[in-house]
């Protein structure tokens, strides 16, 4: 079993700032990959940020310049620090990882519970 754990959601004025966590644990051999996807109302669940356990990255356009995803490859931990967040933003963000349990099976895809992120005009 694995297990993903987000934390950081909030509401916040907009321009400000939040920094989503997640952690992931339980059954890990190997983390290939890490990221963070969202989901507003009425909309399709989109790739915000992507992080390699290489280092590298892949952002929306949407939100190039504003967030930066990092991650603590020895924590299993990615972190998405977000700058200069508008109303648009607002969404439920879920961590999702790409994560082999034994060295001789394939990777599988993990998803955390999401975390609210609320930006008010």
């Known amino acids: 079993q694995v297990q993903l754990v987000e934390s950081g959601g909030g509401l916040v004025q907009a321009g400000g700032s939040l920094r989503l966590s997640c952690v992931a644990s339980g059954s890990i051999f190997s983390i290939n990959a890490m990221g963070w996807y969202r989901e507003a109302p009425g909309k399709q669940r989109e790739l915000v940020a992507g992080i390699t356990t290489a280092g590298t990255t892949d952002y929306a356009d949407s939100v190039k310049g504003r967030f930066t995803i990092s991650g603590d490859n020895a924590k299993n931990t990615v972190y998405l620090q977000m700058n200069g967040l508008k109303p648009e933003d607002t969404a439920v963000y879920y961590c999702?990882?790409?994560?082999?349990?034994?060295?001789?099976?394939?990777?599988?895809?993990?998803w955390g519970q999401g975390t609210q992120v609320t930006v008010s005009s």
């Open positions: 999702n990882a790409r994560i082999r349990s034994r060295a001789w099976w394939s990777a599988n895809d993990y």
